[in-house]
């Protein structure tokens, strides 16, 4: 399965910035990340177990004058900066930036499999070809950190555990099951009770328990 995933959350992660050189942006077309290379995007396959493929789309910016008609632009793997395996992700042979399009997306596929038990790194860069060129340095690479490695969400917080109760690996992969969210930041008290009792009656109905055998307990009314 595959899931569209458009990041916006940005993690430190490559090290320390670099000067933005001055560009004359009139002297051709050129193309740049809007996330700086200082930061990076950074989930977990264990967030979605439904999914062994996930979709990522990033936002590539256009400087200079808009295209009249779609180019082909390139994007290439940074192998002294990546540990990722070749199986681990598909990039697209020709991707393409539209005509009259200040920021477009570079979509590109992350494969989960076995070698995901530890984080890998993937880093893209920006490259020359026969249209344009890469835009301030700082924007010329793009750092995505995976794993299938099970981690606690960092919206899983004490008021959370007022609803969903302790967290475990288990629960999580439970409640995106039986709910298909993955993510409750933001959600009001009414959503986050219908959810909780939810999946509390999904409990109940299927026997599930915690890896242990112990009750998985859902503490809401």
Known sequence: MSKYILFFFLLAALGSCKNDELMDYNSGHFLQWTMADR??????????????ELEVKLELQLKGDLL?????YRIE???????????NYRLPENPLFRPEQVV?????????N????A???LTLAIVTNDYFMPGMETYRYACIVFNNVPTK???????????????????YEQFILCTKVNDLSGVDPVTLRKYALEFKAYIALNGITEANGDPMEIPIY
């Open 39 to 52: 930061d990076s995007l950074k989930f977990s396959f264990s967030h979605y177990p439904e999914n062994d």
């Open 68 to 72: 009249k008609k779609a180019q082909s």
């Open 77 to 87: 793997v940074v192998d002294s900066l990546t540990s990722a395996l070749p199986g």
């Open 104 to 112: 477009d997306t570079f979509s590109f596929v992350l494969v989960k």
């Open 114 to 117: 076995d070698a995901l038990s």
């Open 119 to 121: 984080p890998v790194v």
């Open 153 to 171: 969400p960092l919206w899983w917080d004490d008021e959370m555990e007022r609803y969903l109760g302790t967290y475990s690996p288990l629960k």
